[in-house]
Structures are given as structure tokens and as C-alpha cells.
């Protein structure tokens, strides 16, 4: 018995690995997220699903439950596919699944997916780095979990481009929180449900961004690349 911790990548079919296709293939049992795009279950349709995400008005498992099914279902099926969007270990919780996986004995291999931090961005030809202007990036979530006493977010960032996931409900918050340490004409670009058919591309300022209307999933892109962007696609 072997659990695989998979990243389905951003949304767009195309962009999940040859290597998550085949396992998926071949699973018994699907654990999976909020995936953006769950036609990416069809690629399992020999295995049993278990939904484990969040939607809006209806409960979610919590961690500690989701690592309880992974240690039960492990005893009933030989190859358990646990399917996270993106990568499972940027946000995704994929390193607390597999420390719990190691305390249970439970053998497990990890397949990466591309990342909606860098994904996205890149699928729509916006470079996260650029030698004239942009020699570092930094990710971040704009929504660090509330019960945790020591904050690590602290906004004073110093790579040149930032991208913030998990931002749309803390936009506002973020920008401000951001506009102590950058300037405030910082250009910003917001790319909502990205590579899916009804992607929307959204510009602005660290000063402005927070005023228009966004839907999730989304990213934010901030920095000087925004500029070079908009120089590429004029
Ligand atoms: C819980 S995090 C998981 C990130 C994921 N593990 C990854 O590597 O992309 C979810 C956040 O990813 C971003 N995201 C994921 N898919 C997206 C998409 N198709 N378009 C825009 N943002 C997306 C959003 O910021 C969303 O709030």
C-alpha cells in the first residue's frame, strides 16, 4: 500500500505531469481538495473518491480528520492518490500529511504539480523574474492561519517581485500592510481563475488594487515584472 501525494497543477487539464496521469490511472481511492478543475478526477475512473475540501456553506474536514482517513483508508486499498491543486507542498499542507503518513508507517511518494504561484503567472507570459528588474521572488499567503500566536507574515519583504496566494478576502489588508514598506504606484496584476477558460487578467496599484472587484481563485503579482508585462502585450 503506497499513498501518493499529487499536485494536479493549476487548473488547466493539460498542466498536470505525465507522472500524476499515471498514478491516477492506476488509484484505488482519491482524496482530494477544492480541485479548481475536477475534470482531472476523470483521469481515476477505476478508483473510489473521497472529497475532503472546503465549499462555501458546507463543512470541511478539518486536518486532524483528513489525517485520520488517510491512516484508515490506507488498511483497505493498495494505491491511495491524495490530489491537491498546484503543488502539494506550496500551501497545500503536503508536509503535515506526510509527517503523519511516517508516524503511521504508511509508505508514500510525492509527485510535484506546477504551482499557481508561478504557473499562472508564466501561462500568461508574465516573467516572475526579469534581469533588468527583478532578480528575486517571494510567495506569500495573504491569509496566515488565524490561531497562530507567532505571525510570520510581516509584509517587509525585500524581492523584487511578490506573489500572494489566498489574498482575495484580505486584499485590502495586504496592500496596506504592503504600502509601509513599497511605494504606493507599485504595480499590481491580479490573474483570477488562471489558465481556466474564464481567466480574468486585472491591473492596478498597491494603492488601487484593493478597490476593484476580484473572485477567487486568485493571484497577485506585484512588482516592476507588472511593468515589462504590459510592455511585452501593448
Ligand atoms: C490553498 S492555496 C493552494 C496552492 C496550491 N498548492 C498551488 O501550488 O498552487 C490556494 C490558492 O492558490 C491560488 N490558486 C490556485 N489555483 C488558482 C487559479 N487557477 N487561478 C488563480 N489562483 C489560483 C489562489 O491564490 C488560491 O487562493
Redesign the pocket.
Same mark, same amino acid.
Given at each position: 500500500m503506497v499513498v501518493y501525494l499529487v499536485?494536479a497543477?493549476? $487548473?488547466d487539464l493539460e498542466l498536470i505531469t505525465l507522472k500524476a496521469v499515471n498514478i491516477l490511472k492506476k488509484a484505488d481511492l482519491v482524496i482530494y481538495?477544492n480541485l479548481?478543475?475536477e475534470d482531472i478526477l476523470n483521469f481515476a475512473d477505476n478508483a473510489e473518491r473521497i472529497y475532503v475540501g472546503k465549499k462555501a456553506g458546507t463543512h470541511y474536514k478539518s486536518q486532524n480528520e483528513i489525517n485520520n482517513i488517510l491512516i484508515e483508508q490506507s488498511k483497505n486499498y493498495e494505491i491511495i492518490v491524495r490530489l491537491? &491543486?498546484?503543488?502539494?507542498?506550496?500551501?497545500?499542507?503536503?508536509g503535515e500529511e506526510i509527517l503523519i503518513l511516517i508516524e503511521n508507517n504508511i509508505a508514500f511518494e510525492v509527485i510535484p $504539480?506546477?504551482?499557481? *504561484?508561478i504557473?499562472?503567472p508564466t501561462s500568461i507570459g508574465l516573467p516572475v523574474s526579469h534581469r533588468t528588474v527583478a532578480t528575486s521572488f517571494t510567495v506569500i499567503?495573504?491569509?496566515e492561519d488565524p490561531k497562530k500566536s507567532n505571525k510570520q507574515v510581516k509584509w517587509d519583504y525585500t524581492a523584487d517581485t511578490l506573489i500572494?496566494?489566498?489574498?482575495?478576502g484580505k486584499i485590502k489588508e495586504n496592500t496596506e500592510a504592503l504600502m509601509k514598506y513599497r511605494s504606493n504606484d507599485t504595480p499590481v496584476c491580479v490573474?483570477?481563475? &488562471?489558465?481556466?477558460p474564464n481567466?480574468r487578467i486585472i491591473f492596478g496599484t498597491l494603492k488601487d488594487i484593493g478597490d476593484k472587484k476580484i473572485n477567487?481563485? *486568485?493571484?497577485?503579482v506585484i512588482g516592476e515584472v507588472v511593468d515589462i508585462y504590459k510592455k511585452i502585450y501593448k
Open positions: 499536485g497543477g493549476p $487548473g481538495d479548481v478543475n491537491k &491543486g498546484g503543488d502539494p507542498f506550496v500551501f497545500g499542507r503536503g $504539480g506546477i504551482s499557481s *504561484a504557473g499562472i499567503t495573504g491569509h500572494i496566494l489566498m489574498s482575495v490573474i483570477e481563475n &488562471g489558465t481556466l481567466e477567487t481563485p *486568485a493571484i497577485l
